[in-house]
Nanobody
Framework: QVQLVESGGGSVQPGGSLRLSCAAS????????MAWYRQAPGKQRELVAA???????NYVDSVKGRFTISRDNAKNTVYLQMNSLKPEDTAVYYC??????????????WGQGTQVTVSS
Protein backbone atom coordinates (compact mmCIF):
# COMPACT_ATOMS: atom_id res chain seq x y z
CA GLN A 1 0.00 0.00 0.00
CA VAL A 2 1.20 3.49 -0.91
CA GLN A 3 0.09 6.77 0.60
CA LEU A 4 0.41 10.16 -1.08
CA VAL A 5 0.56 13.24 1.13
CA GLU A 6 0.24 16.64 -0.50
CA SER A 7 1.18 20.04 0.84
CA GLY A 8 1.62 23.60 -0.33
CA GLY A 9 -1.85 24.69 -1.39
CA GLY A 10 -3.43 27.93 -0.31
CA SER A 11 -4.72 31.29 -1.45
CA VAL A 12 -2.77 33.72 -3.61
CA GLN A 13 -3.43 36.82 -5.66
CA PRO A 14 -3.33 36.71 -9.47
CA GLY A 15 0.25 36.73 -10.67
CA GLY A 16 1.47 35.02 -7.53
CA SER A 17 3.22 31.71 -7.04
CA LEU A 18 2.71 28.51 -5.11
CA ARG A 19 4.68 25.29 -4.85
CA LEU A 20 2.91 21.98 -4.30
CA SER A 21 4.68 18.92 -2.93
CA CYS A 22 3.55 15.32 -2.81
CA ALA A 23 5.45 12.57 -1.02
CA ALA A 24 4.79 8.88 -1.53
CA SER A 25 5.31 6.54 1.40
CA UNK A 26 4.54 2.98 2.42
CA UNK A 27 5.55 -0.32 0.91
CA UNK A 28 7.16 1.07 -2.22
CA UNK A 29 8.91 -1.08 -4.78
CA UNK A 30 9.17 1.48 -7.58
CA UNK A 31 7.22 4.62 -8.45
CA UNK A 32 6.72 5.04 -12.19
CA UNK A 33 4.91 8.09 -13.59
CA MET A 34 3.87 10.88 -11.23
CA ALA A 35 1.47 13.67 -12.05
CA TRP A 36 -0.74 16.50 -10.86
CA TYR A 37 -4.40 16.71 -11.75
CA ARG A 38 -6.91 19.39 -10.83
CA GLN A 39 -10.64 19.68 -10.55
CA ALA A 40 -12.52 22.95 -10.47
CA PRO A 41 -16.12 23.18 -9.24
CA GLY A 42 -18.51 21.83 -11.84
CA LYS A 43 -15.72 20.59 -14.09
CA GLN A 44 -14.08 17.27 -14.79
CA ARG A 45 -10.72 16.39 -13.34
CA GLU A 46 -7.95 17.24 -15.80
CA LEU A 47 -4.30 16.39 -16.11
CA VAL A 48 -2.14 19.42 -15.36
CA ALA A 49 1.37 17.98 -15.64
CA ALA A 50 3.07 14.62 -15.62
CA UNK A 51 6.64 13.38 -15.29
CA UNK A 52 8.25 10.03 -15.96
CA UNK A 53 10.93 8.38 -13.86
CA UNK A 54 13.47 9.64 -16.36
CA UNK A 55 12.25 13.22 -16.14
CA UNK A 56 10.21 13.52 -19.33
CA UNK A 57 7.41 15.99 -18.76
CA ASN A 58 4.17 17.03 -20.39
CA TYR A 59 1.73 19.81 -19.57
CA VAL A 60 -1.78 20.86 -20.41
CA ASP A 61 -1.60 23.79 -22.81
CA SER A 62 -3.14 26.26 -20.36
CA VAL A 63 -0.20 25.99 -17.92
CA LYS A 64 2.74 25.71 -20.33
CA GLY A 65 5.37 28.30 -19.53
CA ARG A 66 3.89 28.98 -16.08
CA PHE A 67 4.00 25.64 -14.23
CA THR A 68 6.97 23.31 -13.78
CA ILE A 69 6.75 19.73 -12.59
CA SER A 70 9.77 18.02 -11.08
CA ARG A 71 10.53 15.01 -8.93
CA ASP A 72 13.07 13.62 -6.52
CA ASN A 73 13.21 9.88 -7.15
CA ALA A 74 15.25 9.21 -4.02
CA LYS A 75 12.49 10.80 -1.92
CA ASN A 76 9.58 9.54 -4.04
CA THR A 77 8.38 13.12 -4.14
CA VAL A 78 6.88 15.20 -6.93
CA TYR A 79 6.62 18.99 -7.02
CA LEU A 80 4.59 21.50 -8.97
CA GLN A 81 5.93 25.02 -9.12
CA MET A 82 3.10 27.32 -10.19
CA ASN A 83 3.97 30.85 -11.31
CA SER A 84 1.89 33.65 -12.81
CA LEU A 85 -1.22 32.14 -11.33
CA LYS A 86 -4.59 33.07 -12.78
CA PRO A 87 -8.09 32.88 -11.30
CA GLU A 88 -8.85 30.03 -13.70
CA ASP A 89 -6.16 27.96 -11.97
CA THR A 90 -8.40 27.79 -8.91
CA ALA A 91 -9.14 24.13 -8.21
CA VAL A 92 -8.42 21.21 -5.95
CA TYR A 93 -5.09 19.77 -7.03
CA TYR A 94 -4.53 16.02 -6.76
CA CYS A 95 -1.26 14.14 -6.78
CA UNK A 96 -1.13 10.87 -8.72
CA UNK A 97 1.39 8.10 -9.01
CA UNK A 98 1.69 4.71 -10.60
CA UNK A 99 3.30 2.19 -8.28
CA UNK A 100 5.05 -0.75 -9.90
CA UNK A 101 4.73 -3.68 -7.54
CA UNK A 102 7.56 -6.19 -7.44
CA UNK A 103 5.59 -9.31 -8.36
CA UNK A 104 2.34 -7.92 -9.76
CA UNK A 105 1.09 -5.26 -12.14
CA UNK A 106 1.11 -1.51 -11.45
CA UNK A 107 -1.42 0.21 -9.21
CA UNK A 108 -2.57 3.83 -9.33
CA UNK A 109 -2.78 6.00 -6.24
CA TRP A 110 -4.24 9.44 -5.57
CA GLY A 111 -3.59 12.03 -2.92
CA GLN A 112 -6.34 13.59 -0.84
CA GLY A 113 -6.24 16.87 -2.74
CA THR A 114 -5.10 20.35 -1.82
CA GLN A 115 -7.04 23.55 -2.52
CA VAL A 116 -5.48 26.28 -4.63
CA THR A 117 -7.42 29.55 -4.78
CA VAL A 118 -6.34 32.47 -6.97
CA SER A 119 -8.30 35.60 -6.23
CA SER A 120 -7.82 39.31 -5.69
Amino acid sequence: QVQLVESGGGSVQPGGSLRLSCAASGSIYRINDMAWYRQAPGKQRELVAAITTGGITNYVDSVKGRFTISRDNAKNTVYLQMNSLKPEDTAVYYCYCQHQRRWEGPVQYWGQGTQVTVSS
